[in-house]
């Protein structure tokens, strides 16, 4: 077993990319923990857990932000939290294949309330609203690049080599 944690932070992940990483958790046995302000349907599996916190604003992120640490990924759409989760050193991508890095948070904030400020003047249009095949495939090549990367270095790691 691997000694990071795939955290996905469960209320606005797609169902389509919840169940590829319901897939990809019992394929290679990595644990997974769905953190969410309501009960979601996951499968019954050792490796896939669900956490319910409190419905109140930012309770999920701020479980997932105080239990993640080390090489644990966290799934989210919220930049705000990622940007958090960066300071801690902690690997975050959203459901698209964006990896949000210590280069690139600050222009997705900026971005963002841009695109805020748009809504509010009902000038925008959310394209990012439809979530299919396509979205999900350039997650999973940059899931799978990164996790596939943390296997090896969890293996030499174990071996001492």
């Not at 019992?26 to 923990?33: A, E, Q, S, T």
């Not at 080390?70 to 958090?84: K, L, Q, S």
């Not at 396509?134 to 799978?144: A, G, M, P, R, T």
Request: aromatic fraction near 10%.
């Amino acid at each position: 077993m691997f000694d990071f944690i795939i955290w996905i932070d469960g209320d606005s992940c797609p169902k389509i990319l919840k169940d590829f990483l319901f897939r990809e958790s019992r394929i290679k046995k990595i644990k997974i923990c769905v953190v969410a302000n309501r009960d979601l349907k996951i499968p019954e599996d050792d490796f896939i857990s669900m956490i319910v916190c409190p419905n109140v604003s930012g309770a999920a992120d701020d479980y997932i932000f105080e239990q993640c640490k080390g090489d644990d990924v966290v799934v989210t759409r919220d930049i705000v939290f990622a940007d958090r989760l960066i300071e801690k050193g902690i690997f975050v991508m959203n459901d698209r294949g964006i990896v949000f890095t210590k280069d690139n948070i600050k222009d997705r904030l900026r971005e963002r309330e841009f695109n805020m400020n748009l809504s509010i003047l009902g000038l925008n249009e959310n394209a990012q609203s439809r979530y299919g095949q396509k979205e999900l495939e350039k997650f999973s090549y940059i899931f799978e690049r990164h996790i596939s990367q943390l296997i090896v270095n969890h293996t030499f790691k174990k071996t001492g080599n």
